[in-house]
């Protein structure tokens, strides 16, 4: 999309028109600033959107960890093919897939992540996701959605291979404004090394 400067164009009308459309343009942007005016409302200032909040559970579709999608993923599915292609990839290795659980995509989108060749200890998950002011390089605020996956690394005690990946039902927003901020972290119930450790599980 061609961006137009406002400002730019007002000064090249200004430059060509007579002395007289050059004064009432003058007035009009007086009035339009609040000079002459008398109590009436002015700019409205940037109010920022709350934090993001953590996901509800009835927005996780699918957690597994059996190999469907066995890359270190992030995608974006705003239409419903695309979600059914990711749901399909990701419930392939399973001897009875389920059926994707329907989403509104009037109002509604899908993420997946995936972590990529990990352990059976090892886990991913979409903490929150919500809006998030971005500064862009014009100097501009745009909102991008801001979605905050975390990856757990387990307590090393187990050598069997998993390939953990979530797939979450996320607001409606354009694809090309979605962030992902990784945080990666070891399982904090691990203690000890020689202690024994947590055995998590994962369906899928």
Same mark, same amino acid.
């Given at each position: 999309?061609? =961006?137009?400067?406002?400002?730019?164009?007002?000064? =090249?009308? !200004?430059?060509?028109?007579?002395?007289?459309?050059?004064?009432?343009?003058?007035?009009?942007?007086?009035?339009?600033?609040?000079?002459?005016?008398? !109590?009436?409302? !002015? @700019?409205?200032? *940037?109010?920022?959107?709350?934090?993001?909040? @953590?996901?509800?559970?009835?927005?996780?579709? *699918? *957690?597994?960890?059996?190999?469907?999608?066995?890359?270190?993923?992030?995608?974006?599915?705003?239409?419903?093919?695309? *979600?059914?292609?990711?749901?399909?990839?990701?419930?392939? =290795?399973?001897?009875?897939?389920?059926?994707?659980?329907? #989403?509104?995509?009037?109002?509604?989108? #899908?993420?997946? #992540?995936?972590?990529? =060749?990990?352990?059976?200890?090892?886990?991913?998950?979409?903490?929150? #996701?919500?809006?998030? @002011?971005?500064?862009?390089?014009?100097?501009?605020?745009?909102?991008?959605?801001?979605?905050?996956?975390?990856?757990?690394?387990?307590?090393?005690?187990?050598?069997?291979?998993?390939?953990?990946?979530?797939?979450?039902?996320?607001?409606?927003?354009?694809?090309?404004?979605?962030?992902?901020?990784?945080?990666?972290?070891?399982?904090?119930?691990?203690?000890?090394?020689?202690?024994?450790?947590?055995?998590?599980?994962?369906? !899928?």
């Amino acid at each position: 999309m061609t =961006r137009i400067d406002p400002t730019f164009v007002a000064r =090249r009308a !200004g430059a060509f028109a007579p002395p007289r459309i050059v004064l009432a343009a003058a007035l009009v942007a007086l009035a339009a600033c609040g000079g002459g005016s008398s !109590g009436g409302p !002015g @700019p409205q200032a *940037y109010t920022p959107p709350p934090p993001p909040a @953590p996901v509800e559970q009835r927005d996780r579709l *699918y *957690y597994g960890d059996r190999g469907g999608i066995a890359d270190s993923v992030r995608i974006v599915a705003d239409t419903e093919a695309a *979600y059914q292609e990711a749901w399909g990839r990701a419930t392939s =290795r399973q001897s009875s897939p389920p059926p994707a659980p329907a #989403v509104d995509f009037s109002s509604r989108m #899908v993420v997946v #992540v995936g972590a990529g =060749r990990m352990t059976t200890e090892d886990r991913i998950r979409v903490e929150r #996701v919500g809006i998030r @002011p971005e500064t862009t390089a014009e100097g501009g605020t745009i909102e991008v959605l801001l979605v905050e996956v975390r990856t757990i690394r387990g307590c090393g005690r187990s050598t069997l291979q998993a390939f953990p990946l979530e797939i979450v039902s996320v607001p409606r927003h354009d694809p090309a404004r979605v962030r992902f901020e990784e945080i990666a972290e070891r399982d904090p119930n691990c203690g000890d090394p020689g202690a024994p450790g947590p055995s998590p599980s994962a369906t !899928g």
